[in-house]
């Protein structure tokens, strides 16, 4: 199969047949490994799990396994300020997450607002027009 070579900016750029594109499960922005052999042009592509996928589970091991001489320096990033810094009885330890819920589970529920009706829209029309 023959391909002809365009103009692209600065660049030549290669288009690629439909089919090919379908059966080797390339889109746009898909990465492709671009190579030499002799005079022939080499593009391979990646295979579609390639990029690594890493699970919670495994990337603690690991740093249980490395032990903590691996572990990064702790950085000081100076005292709190503005929104970082919250001063409440939570944040101060005076109170518990325990405490926090019984407080909400015992505080009477709210009534809901009643919806608005036909006839007070109409009496603020009327109120608005004296």
Known sequence: MKAKLAKWGNSLALRLPRQFVTELGLSEGSVVELGRDGSRLVAETRAAGAIPRYRLEDLVAEMKRL??????????WGPDRGAEFIDDDYSRGAITLDDVLKRAGSAKPRKAPRPATKNAAARRRRHRLG
């Open 67 to 76: 032990g903590p001489d691996a572990e990064p320096d702790t950085v000081d």
